[in-house]
């Protein structure tokens, strides 16, 4: 079986991550790999990491990291892969849920069929144009 790690950056998410924590929790076990979340904190000041923490408590496959600061979405996502090193697949997610997490599961299966790579294309976006 193998072993998935989905790395998620967070920054001032509170209001959505109790939806996270439940959608991501439910789409994943209904995969056939053994999964593993990593949170990464990017210095949020409202109670993102209290609630990090909590899942983490409470779910085994939760963990989280906390930076002192905000030192950007790209250094949170490269923390989270450095600590993701014993998994055989790493899945790069949003925490605001405009990717939905039930969709991974199909990223998972192209994996399983080959694909050393799998990426989604947005046919449409939430924020309005310029």
Same mark, same amino acid.
């Given at each position: ?11 001032? !998410? ?18 056939? !790999?053994? @999964? ?25 496959? @939760? ?16 923390a ?21 997490? !039930?969709?991974?599961?199909a990223?998972? !299966? ?6 050393e ?14």
């Amino acid at each position: 079986m193998a072993r998935v790690c989905i790395v998620i950056p967070c920054l001032n !998410e509170e209001a959505v991550l109790p939806l996270l924590f439940e959608r991501l929790t439910k789409a994943a076990d209904d995969w056939r !790999e053994e @999964w593993s979340v990593i949170c990464v904190d990017d210095g949020s000041t409202d109670r993102t990491w209290e609630l990090l923490c909590g899942q983490a408590r409470g779910n085994p496959h @939760w963990s989280a990291i906390s930076f002192s600061r905000n030192f950007g979405h790209q250094t949170a996502v490269s923390a989270g892969i450095f600590h993701a090193r014993e998994a055989d697949a790493v899945i790069v997610l949003d925490a605001d849920l405009q990717d939905p997490p !039930e969709i991974l599961g199909a990223f998972l !299966e192209a994996w399983r069929n080959g694909a050393e790579v799998v990426y989604a294309v947005r046919q449409k976006r939430k924020e309005r144009a310029l």
